[in-house]
């Protein structure tokens, strides 16, 4: 790693061409004009190898991308793509019987009628970066899951989102998990934003102390992933399987780096001395006893004793860094978290992004090799890195 490329990453324009160039893997072959939606599935190249899959995570998490590329003033295609998926979202995702999203879609057919809070939090993520972007429709699409999220996720006992609800709405998991609220977080800071509604603002605070404070002292300090109905730690909850896609097991070094993004983010618009320092211990944290000091890049999954099981690398884990650091440079003007995204980022660059056919490599060995073929499956869209790159330019311009 040189200066020159050190100075390269924190290069706004760099930063943007990192999210066009995800763009343009995707844009038009992601665009479904038979079925509606988009197509999820790809092969490194770019060669479709799944194009019935249509996962709620992945049509808000491309709805997300594209009214990126929409805000940061790109071609034309971008709002239209990102109102495409919009509308597929509420013509067919959307349960017009009983309201909500079902999960998962195969075309037009449901396959999966489940009701899910992390489904539910991206795609109140999607319609709220979309309504920054003046997508036609997307102010409605946010009231909605608002009311729904209300009505049936929250938990006011707790003060926390439940997880699943079956189609009906007469059926609820006793499972609770960190992740959707987690992401729960993230869509209501985007809903503030694009809304000024104090709500949306009260309620992301709420979480991220709530999660980051009284959860995580339940378990030594980091948050655990997986909480039985009345939330404390189920250690048993898939225990060993961290490849779960939404339900890891274990303490998820890359979902620590997340929060200590999300507490600076509400920083800044409702500032605490504990969020800092909270955001510091989490990251650091992760850092110390994940980062692989021989090949680079950050394990995926600890023991609840802390020692590393799964070695694997995974590019969002990787993304959330690169935002979380920038975040940490820019609030406390301490160069070692530069030090940390330009290593995170410059790792990246080497064996995470596809310099010959763009995107991101979704999974890497210990040893940082590609396991398959495969570029993107359903939920997956390099959303992580399209939107660390627009928090990294978000974080630079508070310099």
Sequence with gaps: ????????????????????????????????????????????????????????????????????????????????????????????????????????????????????????????????????????????????????????????????????????????????????????????????????DEKYLNRAYHLARRVTGELAEQTGGMVWEHFKEDWTPDWEYNKMNTKDEFRPYGFVPGHQIEWSKLLLWLDRHKSEPWMLSRSKELFLTAWKRAWDQSFGGMYYSLSPEGTVIDHDKNYWVMAEIIAASSLLATKTGEDSFWDYYNETFSYCNEHFIDHTYGAWYPLLSEQNKPYSEEKSSAPKTDYHPASACYQVMRALSFL
């Design 1 to 196: 790693m040189n200066a020159e490329q050190t100075l390269i990453f924190k290069d706004k324009e760099y930063l943007r061409e990192q999210i066009f160039n995800i763009l343009s893997f995707y844009y038009p072959r992601c665009i479904d004009k038979k079925n509606g939606g988009y197509i999820n599935g790809f092969l490194r190249d770019g060669t479709i190898m799944d194009e019935e899959t249509k996962h709620l995570v992945g049509t808000s998490r491309f709805i997300y991308i594209f009214s990126l590329g929409a805000l940061l003033d790109g071609p034309a295609w971008c709002k239209k793509a990102a109102h495409h998926g919009l509308q597929f979202l509420e013509d067919y995702h959307r349960d017009k019987e009983n309201n909500g999203y079902f999960f998962e879609l195969e075309n037009q057919e449901v396959v999966d009628s489940s009701k899910q809070a992390y489904g539910h939090a991206f795609a109140l993520l999607a319609s709220s970066i979309a309504l920054q972007a003046g997508i036609p429709g997307a102010g409605d699409v946010v009231n909605n899951l608002f009311s729904i999220t209300e009505q049936y996720f929250y938990d006011s006992k707790y003060g926390y989102y439940m997880e699943e609800w079956n189609e009906g709405w007469t059926k609820s998991s006793s499972y609770r998990g960190q992740n959707a609220n987690m992401h729960m977080c993230e869509a209501l800071l985007t809903a503030f934003e694009a809304t000024g």
